[in-house]
Structures are given as structure tokens and as C-alpha cells.
């Protein structure tokens, strides 16, 4: 596995100071798992680039330093090969002044932002595309994926090549990666005790918090472990922490069927992909609880104005907590709007103002005979250009082991539609309103039942 960070700021061998690491000189690190090998592919007054290249043992990790499931695991594996927590404990081992952002002979570099460009392969994708860029790019990175040949020159979605551009402090981008390459593996090579939570609270200090996927990120990083998760979250939010609880424990029953397929994250990231193919720039979030998919789109640069509307004033109050609206490290004032109101009612607050709209998982807590006021108003009334509905795929249903047959996913649904009851739904309005619509799923696409989550973007 290789991991490679170059900068072109001038003179761009300063890179050398601030990694403690002469570029003339190869280095060599020993690790109870292998060695590293500390590198500079180039070394220029205009571009400095060093590496990082791991050689893990495979017969070392059969030898009790890694974690199998039976015997042909041991070794017929990728954990010599992908970028993992391997990688991670090696940048630390290797760069740990340089992450602790100190640098004695160039510290005033070291507190600067500078351009940086980091290079990481093969990185295992877990997840996909959309959670990968989910990670980084509310970092401020630039995110570029190359998928990796496979042994026959075919190309896999498996594994990519990844390359971040941007301009921060170093201290910064080589946190993220350590926090983030296992995240994105989804996996630890070794036991994860109370221990982690100090090492992601001191490696996420400044960033973690305010990260839209925190969430994610955390759980993945603690390898899944509730208890651990909760104890985290509540050290990085803990004024949030009694709300958290609640909730958690009125949606149990729904993120205990989709936490193993991860889908709330998925949906999210697929409702912010096609609201910016769809070129909007205000965007009402109808239904939006406690403003999860509003903390997405306030990291993207397409979403100018946001409005946020629910009927549930406690809901709104969270949602201005996450966001840190009127607080310090908020979005500018007037750029997030959230308003109290009803679906079921013509509201020009934000009718006149969205040229799209997002409906995320919200209609099946409709009563059925009330949708059709909905439909009025959202698509007769406001008719914004582009409008984005996401809602459970009740096909999907029957591979969830725990959801008894016939039972909704949360016990507030009224209705869960099937994939012909959603698209019947989905034509009925593009022919009563004028709308054309396109339809997808999000989520693992069974070949028999479908993906857990179906989505229409109805534009016009």
C-alpha cells in the first residue's frame, strides 16, 4: 500500500522540515506487522513529493497479528495490500510530530495553509463513490478516483486510486487521512477498546464535530461498537447529547434494520448528487427533522439558500443545533432558513423562493388520503423545477430477517409502497402536474427485490 504527499509551495523542499524527513535519505521504519519505507520521489524547488510504502507481512498476521475468520481467511485476504489501519498506525509511527502540527525548524510553515496533494492506493471502497466523497470533500479536498486494474486488466469498483487536492495545513490533511483510511476500510486490524475514543477526539480535534458524516465516521471508526459510538459522540456534542438519546431511541427500530447497509448515509449523499444535476441553487428541505440532509448540502458550494421546513417545533430546535445557526462556525446568516409549517398548506415562504425541493423519506408518515393535498400543494401550487422524493422500498422488505411480514420499518410509517405502487404514484403526478419523472434506487439492488430505498427526481 502507498501513500504519497507533495507540495508545490516554493521552496517546495521545505516539505522535508515539516515531515522530519531529509529528502536524500531513504528511511526505514520497523512495525510488528511489517516495515515502512520513507521516501522522495521528488525533490525540487518547485515540487517536493514523499512516500509512504508499506510491506506488510502476510505469514506475521497468521501468526495471531490480525483478526480471521478461519483458516483460508488468514491468508487468502487483501489485508497486506489496501490501505487500512495498517496504513494509519504507520503514518503515525512515521509523520507523528508533523501531524501534532510541529516543526522545529519551520514552524510558522507548519501553521500555514500550503498546497498539498496526497495520493493513497488501493483504497478499499466501501461504500462507494458517494460515502468515499462524503468523507473528504466537506474537508475542503478535491477528490479525483481512479479505479484499480484487476489481474486480468479488468477494472474493479472494489478499490481506487485516490487523490486529494487542496490547500490546508499539513497537521490537517495528515489527520484526516489517518482518521479516514480506516473509516473508509470499515475495519481495524486490531481489538478497539475505550483507548480509541482519545485517539479519534485528538485526531479529529478542529474538524470531526462539525463534519456532516460525523456520524459515520465514528461508528466506522470504533468498528461498530454502540457503546463505544455513544460515549464519542457525546464528548464531541454533549449539549446534544439528551436529544441524541431520544431520538435514537424513537427511531431504534428502523436504523437497527438499515444500520448494516449503512443507507441513511447513501440516501443522503444520492439526494445531494441529483440536486446538483439539477442546477438548483435554493433549495427547500420539506420534512426535515432534525436538518441532517441541510448539514450535507450547507458543505456544498451549488446550494446558495437553503430552507428548512417541518411541522415539529423540537425538531427544528435540533436542527438549528446542528446547523450552529447564529453560532460560531455556522453557515452566514440568511444562507439557512428553517421554518414551522405543514405540507398539507400553501406556504409562500418557500415556494416563491426554492427552484427545488427534497422530500426525504417523508411521505410514508402521510396519511394516505392527505397526500393528495400535498401533491397540490408542492407540485400544483409551489411547482418548483426540480423535485426529489425518496421513500422505502416495501419489496425490499423481506430480506430484513428481524421485520416480521406485513410490518412497516418504523412504526410511524402509514404506508410503505412497493416499486409498481411508488412508479404508478410517480406517473400520476408527472400526468396530473406537468412534470416528467426519473426513477432509481439507492442502497444494494437485490436482483429479485429491488434497492431498500427507491428515489424520483420529477423535473419540469
Known amino acids: 500500500m502507498f501513500l504519497s504527499i507533495a507540495t508545490t509551495h516554493q521552496p517546495a523542499t521545505d516539505l522535508g522540515f515539516l515531515l522530519n524527513k531529509h529528502p536524500d535519505r531513504l528511511h526505514e521504519l520497523a512495525l510488528t506487522y511489517g516495515k515502512a519505507l520513507i521516501f522522495y520521489p521528488e525533490a525540487s524547488e518547485a515540487r517536493c513529493e514523499a512516500a509512504l510504502v508499506l510491506d506488510v507481512d502476510p505469514i506475521g498476521l497468521v501468526r ?18 489496501a490501505a487500512s489501519s495498517f496504513l494509519s498506525v504507520a503514518l503515525n509511527k512515521a509523520f507523528r510530530t508533523a501531524m501534532n502540527g510541529v516543526s522545529s525548524a519551520r514552524q510558522e510553515l507548519a501553521d500555514s495553509a500550503i498546497p498539498l496533494e496526497a495520493v493513497v492506493t488501493p483504497l478499499p471502497l466501501r461504500g462507494g463513490e458517494a460515502v ?23 477494472t474493479t469498483s472494489r478499490y481506487v486510486r485516490l487523490t486529494l487536492r487542496g490547500t490546508a495545513r499539513l497537521a490537517a490533511l495528515l489527520n484526516h487521512l489517518y482518521v479516514l483510511i480506516p473509516v473508509m ?35 466506522r471508526y470504533l468498528r461498530h461498537r454502540g457503546v463505544l459510538a455513544r460515549a464519542a459522540l457525546a464528548r464531541l ?17 428502523e436504523e437497527t434494520l438499515e444500520a448494516p447497509i449503512r443507507l441513511n448515509d447513501l440516501r443522503l449523499a444520492a439526494v445531494v448528487d441529483a440536486l446538483r444535476a439539477t442546477g438548483a441553487r435554493t433549495i427547500a428541505d420539506l420534512g426535515c427533522g432534525e436538518g441532517k440532509l441541510l448539514q450535507f448540502l450547507v458543505r456544498e458550494r451549488f446550494a446558495e439558500r437553503m430552507i428548512g ?25 440568511g444562507r439557512v432558513t428553517l421554518l414551522q409549517g405543514s405540507l398539507t398548506y400553501r406556504d409562500l415562504r418557500w415556494a416563491e423562493a426554492a427552484d427545488a425541493a427534497a422530500l426525504v423519506e417523508v411521505i410514508e408518515h ?8 400535498v401533491e397540490r400543494v408542492l407540485f400544483g401550487a409551489a411547482r418548483p423545477r426540480a423535485v426529489i422524493v425518496t421513500t422505502p422500498n416495501a419489496d425490499y422488505n423481506a430480506l430484513f430477517p428481524s421485520l416480521p411480514a406485513g410490518q412497516f420499518r418504523h412504526r410511524d410509517h402509514r404506508f410503505e409502497w412497493t416499486r409498481a405502487e411508488f412508479a404508478a404514484w410517480a406517473q400520476r403526478v408527472c400526468s396530473s402536474f406537468t412534470y416528467q419523472v426519473a426513477l432509481s434506487g439507492i442502497g444494494h439492488n437485490d436482483e429479485t427485490h429491488g434497492a431498500p430505498t427507491q428515489m424520483a427526481v420529477f423535473t419540469r
Do not use: C
Open 185 to 219: 476500510d470499515d475495519a481495524k486490524h486490531y481489538w478497539v477498546g475505550d483507548e480509541e475514543i482519545e485517539k479519534l477526539l485528538k485526531r479529529g480535534e478542529g474538524w470531526l464535530d462539525a463534519h456532516p458524516a460525523k456520524e459515520l465516521i465514528v461508528r
Open 366 to 373: 402521510l396519511d394516505p388520503d392527505r397526500l393528495p393535498m
Open 64 to 81: 495471531g497479528k490480525g483478526q480471521s475468520d478461519g483458516l483460508l481467511d488468514q491468508y487468502v485476504n487483501d489485508r497486506p495490500y
Open 132 to 154: 468515499l466523497r462524503q468523507l473528504f470533500e466537506p474537508l475542503g479536498w478535491d477528490v479525483t478516483l481512479a479505479p484499480i486494474a484487476g489481474p486480468q486488466g479488468d
Open 309 to 333: 421546513l417541518d411541522p415539529a417545533a423540537r425538531e427544528l430546535e435540533r436542527a438549528a443545533k446542528r446547523l450552529k445557526l447564529g453560532a460560531p462556525g455556522g453557515p452566514p446568516e
Open 237 to 253: 456534542a454533549p449539549e446534544v447529547q439528551d436529544d441524541a438519546l431520544e431520538s435514537e431511541t424513537q427511531s431504534q427500530s
